[in-house]
């Protein structure tokens, strides 16, 4: 329903003129909503920005402060141990002034022991607290400090401690004063608890270490940062400034970072870039419903105005169709807007070409008819279904006398290999045309080898036909296969010839590092085979190299590749044999040449080999380099008395002599 509306003129202008009028309006508001998202987010990073370093500036404040208030006080103590120990109540009764900015003031002998508070709590006084690291550092850094952020065990609440050293006249250390901060009192952190940033904003204060003190306006224990967010990873590192993170609920967000100086704590403000461009997301909300009002308005009106301006078109389709069908022998009307005009001249000018051309069709279908039955090739036309539509006379010759017959299945009457797989009806019709395919063709048990060209006509119409030409390759094959084989063989004894040796050896070299055990080469020069041709003749040294080559066959594996590399150089691979039975079968082709003997008039004649032997190495750079080697070991056989196996590793290159057993 859809496809027939849209296939109208009329509807595709109107679907046109709207999709335009959409277009115009999306672009316009996409490239205003993406200016406006650029200078909501410029002001969002300058918002972010003056809310971190203001809530820096006022903890910082409020930081030094306390450290100013503390270490006055702990500076004035100046006493002995004995005495801080006896006057320990009224130093911190003396406390009582400042003590609203801390939580808990505790006074600390140089051991760590509690030795009186304010306000006083008397489940701590007398308390060993010395492991805690608060002490540990300030005892060890003899300075001022601020602790790591921990859960009080008095009053189970998140705290942080300022600690102040006690000296006493010789700046000997005999005491601590410390100062608790409840992370969530009123009087530290409220600016940080209260500062929101537009609706969904908050603001973090948190350790380098990756504690959060507060967050948010909330803080409910001891809270570590989000390591995935690398805004809170940048705030850790010391990174001040504006950059991108995730918020708590996951959003891309705008994050501001401000290092304090007092302590090695952060500010971080976070406004999610969703809230920071809620106002934009409105105005586009706004945008695509004064454009779906704009669309609801036009579309009537557009209707109406093309359906008035096609039906000159319709009126001229109308007398297409009924020339096309026969019910109409004038030619078309040529009125109406000039375009309208110029398509009913065309047409009537196509009619009369056409009517041309059916007759010429006519004449020339008669030609080729003719044409075709002259052909030895067959030439047989089907349906999509396979049934034979038309068959010249040779295609009997391949088809039998049913393939001339029109209505017979042409896969039934034969079977189409290539690559020794059957081909289908199906292979044919999906695949594009197909030139000179070389295949076999089988009728009642008779094989026939043959090149195929198929082409389609009318693709994907009613009246799609596949035509097929079929040509006799029998010769053509047998010909190309005699001069693949004397290409790759020597012609006298039969054996691969040197480059299609080089060629199989290439690819063992490729396998070489996958295999388990490494293949082997033999190299074999024959001893004293000049004699054999000066004294019996040449054709006695082919009989020998003859018998000779069907011996090497024989004494190796099935799988071993023997080739005839020069007049009397023979060469063997073992594929995966490894050294050992490497050594064995070069024994047994050497002792296979030695016992090969003819006899000519009497007189006998016979050779030995000496055998170089080495492994295929993957670090070989090619063929060459690993028949150098064999090679090598053939000469060094020849050099210590022929008639022997000598080993070239490709390792360390050194020659092992195998002497043979006489």
């Known amino acids: 329903m859809i496809g027939e509306w849209f296939d109208r003129l009329a509807n595709r202008g109107l679907v046109l003129f709207v999709s335009a009028?959409?277009?115009?309006?999306v672009v316009v508001s996409l490239v205003t909503m993406s200016i406006s998202r650029a200078e909501l987010e410029e002001q969002a990073r300058k918002q972010v920005f003056t809310v971190a370093k203001m809530l820096a500036h006022e903890v910082d404040r409020k930081l030094r402060e306390r450290f100013a208030v503390l270490t006055r006080a702990a500076e004035a103590v100046?006493?002995?141990?004995?005495?801080l120990r006896q006057f320990a109540r009224l130093i911190m009764e003396r406390q009582q002034p400042v003590a609203h900015l801390f939580e808990q003031m505790l006074l600390f002998d140089q051991n760590g022991q509690v030795l009186d508070s304010f306000p006083q709590v008397s489940e701590i006084e007398g308390a060993d607290l010395f492991r805690r690291p608060y002490f540990q550092n300030t005892l060890a850094q003899q300075t001022p400090q601020i602790s790591e952020p921990f859960t009080s065990q008095v009053r189970e609440l998140s705290t942080v401690v300022m600690t102040a050293p006690i000296f006493d006249a010789e700046g000997n250390l005999v005491g601590v004063l410390t100062g608790s901060i409840v992370l969530s009192s009123e009087n530290f952190l409220s600016e940080v608890s209260t500062t929101g940033i537009g609706n969904d904003g908050y603001v973090t204060l948190a350790s380098r270490s990756g504690l959060i003190l507060m967050q948010g306006g909330y803080l409910s224990g001891i809270q570590t940062l989000n390591r995935k967010d690398p805004a809170s990873v940048a705030g850790m590192e010391g990174f001040e400034g504006i950059t991108r993170g995730i918020s708590r609920d996951g959003d891309e967000s705008i994050v501001a970072i401000n290092q304090l100086e007092m302590a090695p704590w952060f500010i971080a403000a976070t406004w999610p870039l969703?809230?920071?461009?809620?106002?934009?997301?409105?105005?586009?909300?706004?945008?695509?419903?004064?454009?779906?009002?704009?669309?609801?308005?036009?579309?009537?009106?557009c209707w109406r105005l093309f359906r008035r301006y096609l039906d000159p078109l319709w009126e001229l389709a109308d007398q297409i169709r009924a020339r096309h069908e026969g019910t109409r022998d004038q030619p078309v009307d040529e009125t109406g807007y000039q375009e309208i005009r110029q398509l009913a001249e065309a047409f009537n000018r196509v009619m009369?070409?056409?009517m041309a051309m059916e007759a010429r069709l006519r004449a020339e279908q008669q030609r080729g008819d003719s044409i075709l039955s002259a052909l030895q090739?067959?030439?047989?036309?089907?349906?999509?279904?396979?049934?034979?539509?038309?068959?010249?006379?040779?295609?009997?010759?391949f088809l039998g006398p049913l393939g001339v017959q029109t209505g017979s299945p042409l896969f039934g009457l034969v079977t189409v290999y290539a690559d020794d797989k059957p081909l289908a009806l199906e292979d044919f019709l999906e695949s594009e045309e197909i030139h000179s395919l070389d295949a076999v063709l089988r009728n009642d048990g008779q094989s026939l080898d043959v090149e195929i060209t198929m082409l389609h006509v009318s693709r994907d119409e009613p009246d799609e036909r596949l035509v097929f030409v079929i040509r006799d390759d029998s010769e053509r094959r047998r010909q190309e296969q005699r001069l693949s084989w004397q290409a790759t063989h020597d012609s006298l004894t039969g054996l691969l010839n040197r480059r299609a040796?080089?060629?199989?050896?290439?690819?063992w070299l490729g396998l070489a590092s996958t295999l388990d055990a490494p293949s082997m080469l033999m190299m074999i020069d024959l001893d004293h085979f000049k004699p054999v041709n000066d004294q019996g003749g040449h054709l006695l040294g082919d009989k020998l190299l003859c018998q000779l080559a069907d011996g090497l066959r024989h004494a190796v594996r099935k799988s071993d590749v023997v080739a005839r590399i020069g007049g009397?150089?023979?060469?063997?691979?073992?594929?995966?044999?490894g050294l050992e039975h490497g050594l064995e079968l070069a024994e047994r082709v050497r002792s296979q040449v030695a016992g090969l003997r003819l006899e000519q008039d009497g007189q006998w004649f016979g050779v030995t080999a000496s055998i170089g032997l080495t492994d295929v190495n993957a670090s070989d750079s090619g063929p060459e380099v690993a028949l150098a080697r064999a090679d090598e070991g053939a000469y060094a056989a020849?050099?210590?008395g022929r008639d022997r196996v000598v080993v070239v590793s490709s390792g360390d290159h050194r020659v092992q002599v195998d002497h043979p057993a006489h």
């Not at 090739?377 to 295609?395: F, K, L, Q, S």
């Not at 040796?501 to 690819?507: D, I, M, V, W, Y």
């Open 352 to 354: 009369a070409e056409r």
């Open 568 to 577: 009397d150089e023979f060469a063997i691979l073992l594929p995966a044999c």
């Open 21 to 25: 009028i959409v277009l115009t309006v």
């Open 377 to 397: 090739e067959a030439v047989v036309m089907t349906d999509t279904d396979g049934v034979i539509r038309y068959a010249n006379p040779a295609a009997a010759g």
């Open 501 to 507: 040796f080089s060629a199989e050896l290439q690819k």
């Open 274 to 301: 969703e809230d920071a461009y809620a106002p934009v997301s409105r105005v586009g909300g706004s945008l695509a419903w004064i454009t779906a009002g704009v669309v609801l308005v036009l579309l009537p009106l």
């Open 638 to 640: 020849k050099a210590d």
């Open 78 to 83: 100046r006493m002995e141990d004995a005495s």
